[in-house]
């Protein structure tokens, strides 16, 4: 089996909608595009990608969003030392399809109040929804190291919550780790590095809003 030595992790560059939420009630989800800075954040990100990289080849996944698609084009990573699929289950977790603004604004205090990961947005997903197509994904992603030609990079273009949920059921995260962790920024990136072990870690942590509340005792 050929492992990777890195898996990297990036939220897209800000887009449309982080900066005015009233644009999902005219746009859907899906179109969104990047804002100007979310262009210069993700143009950055590239240029850390590229040295991390180097002359390595890379095996993209990227969400069918327009936003991921269009921070990956700012990576201005070498079109021939990539191999680029879009992967439909890193999408954003689904909030319904036209958004009203007030609506969705009481919805998330419900959720807040509810847990993220259990509540459900009405026409929409829960977090343990998009935990169970990212978990589809994760085993995929494991029959493609099968291959003993697979790259030694994986890069992974995706969304805020994909990317904890990821983390969550590669590190076996319980629920009460997960609703502590905040989303990380616009561009920002996470990296599983496989060390000598033959295990993964992660370069940095997530940020913590809180400390967990477990029901009981895991591990």
Known sequence: MARPRRIVLVRHGESTGNVDDTVYEREPDH????TERGWQQAEETGKRLREVFGHEQVSVYVSPY?????????FHLDSDRIRVREEPRLREQDWGNWQDRDDVRLQKAYRDAYGHFFYRFAQGESGADVYDRVGGFLESLFRSFEDPDHPPNVLIVTHGLAMRLFCMRWFHWTVADFESLSNPG???MRML????????TLDRPFDRWRDPEPYGITG
């Open 66 to 74: 327009r936003r991921t698609h269009e921070t990956l084009r700012a």
């Open 186 to 188: 616009n561009a920002e």
């Open 31 to 34: 179109a969104l595009a990047l």
């Open 193 to 200: 590095v496989l060390g000598d072990d033959d295990k993964y």
